[in-house]
């Protein structure tokens, strides 16, 4: 079975880091895609970054260019955001997800991922 477990969330200071952790299992990062996505009260869900499984190919949304980091470890089978300067704005539940698709194409449409870990909560204070 696919099962995704984030951790790493908490409360930080504007300006402050954290590193989002997801450990997987059941898939290998070669044939899936993986992604970060957070949904903030009262917004809708929406891709914060994600690697396609061919290629290597990232993306991230605009408003984190230059502050996150996304990563995968095939050793230790767990993927990483590593959040640097943030914001008040992004305050979330952050989610990882995967989706078995060969492409070299990254995709991050929070519909188009089957498999979810079950969420961290980032609360930056201002």
């Known amino acids: 079975d696919v099962q995704l477990q984030a951790s790493g969330g908490g409360l930080v200071q504007a300006g402050g880091s954290l590193r989002l952790s997801c450990a997987v299992s059941g898939f290998t990062f070669d044939d899936y895609a993986i992604g970060w996505f957070r949904q903030a009260p009262g917004k809708r869900r929406e891709g914060v970054s994600c690697?396609?499984?061919?290629?290597?190919?990232?993306w991230y949304v605009d408003s984190v260019k230059g502050r996150f980091t996304i990563s995968s470890d095939n050793v230790k089978n767990t993927m990483y955001l590593q959040m640097k300067n943030l914001k008040p704005e992004d305050t979330a539940v952050y989610y990882c997800?995967?989706?078995?698709?060969?492409?070299?194409?990254?995709?991050?449409?929070?519909?188009?991922?089957?498999?979810w870990g079950q969420g961290t909560q980032v609360t930056v204070s201002s």
């Open positions: 690697i396609s499984s061919l290629g290597n190919s990232i």
């Open positions: 997800a995967a989706v078995k698709v060969l492409s070299a194409a990254v995709h991050c449409v929070w519909i188009e991922y089957k498999y």
